[in-house]
């Protein structure tokens, strides 16, 4: 076991402290401090013990917003704080640097499915799977998959609408495991409703079943929190497949510009 000599030292009071030692002494504390750094290691071993469904349902009442509102209208740190005002003809890259940021998630995952050697298609998907969290969470596969569809391939937009859905289901042979953060945010007993269950069963036999596996594949939150990760190795891929308005994002009539000006002025009152 490695000692950390600074803090070691500091737990007994600094150097001057310790030069007052003998020697007899110095070594019992060394004894003493290395079992107990001991210790803490086996206690940080322990299995993480995971909340209940029923302990999940008693924290609603002790926050003043609901779990599934859009992370850009909540705070869990005091109020909200003034929004950069989007521009006139706003684009994807905006939208990111805007409203989605920080986004290291996406970008985490597309940067993984790039290395893996993932289809465009899919590292497109992994770049804007989760982007919709920002406006909503509940149901976030099928909105984002809303608000990303006139813009971008079927098989990507197929892809986020059900990657959602197959995280509830482990699948070995593409090397998905249940996830812990599951455990964590929905309780261990949880079970998915019927609906999602539903769709499971049809995404089961469906031709494009890989499609959003494989964005749960990649869809990861045991990356380094301090990889340093952004937009630019994806450019290529955006300027293929995604279909920029020249209005702006929010000002072109598609299906879900309402969506996008919603993201851009989240402080309306209406
Ligand atoms: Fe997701
Ligand atoms: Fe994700």
New binding site residues.
């Given amino acids: 076991m490695e000692v950390d000599r600074r803090a070691f030292i500091a737990s007994l009071g600094g150097v001057a402290a310790v030069n007052l030692m003998s020697h007899e002494a110095k070594a019992e504390a060394l004894e003493h401090y290395m079992e107990e750094k001991l210790d803490e290691m086996v206690a940080a071993q322990q299995p993480e013990k995971f909340p209940t469904v029923a302990e999940i349902e008693a924290q609603i009442e002790t926050r003043p917003y609901r779990r599934g509102a859009g992370s850009v209208f909540t705070s869990n740190k005091g109020n909200v704080k003034i929004i950069e005002k989007m521009p006139d003809k706003p684009t994807l890259h905006d939208f990111f640097r805007l409203r989605f940021a920080p986004a290291n ?2 970008l985490q ?1 597309a940067t993984r499915a790039m290395k893996t050697g993932m289809s465009e298609e899919i590292v497109l998907a992994c770049l804007l ?2 982007c919709v969290l920002s406006l909503i969470k509940p149901d976030h596969g099928w909105w984002g998959a809303q608000l990303f569809e006139p813009y971008i391939p079927e098989k990507s937009a197929f892809a986020i609408r059900y ?1 959602q859905t197959l ?1 509830f289901y482990a699948d070995d042979d593409a090397g998905y495991e249940y996830p812990d953060q599951y455990y964590r945010i929905f309780g261990h007993d949880y079970q998915p409703p019927q609906y999602i269950a539903d769709t499971y069963k049809m995404l089961k036999n469906h031709k494009w079943y890989m499609e959003p596996r494989l ?1 749960t594949v990649n ?1 990861l ?1 045991a990356f380094d929190p301090n990889a340093k990760v952004s937009i630019d190795p994806f450019e290529d891929i955006i300027g293929r497949h995604f279909k920029q308005p020249k209005e702006g994002l929010g000002y072109d009539n598609s299906p879900s510009a309402h969506m996008w000006r919603t993201l851009a002025r989240p402080d309306n009152p209406l």
């Fill in positions: 998630h996406v995952s799977h989760d990657h995280r964005v869809d939150y």
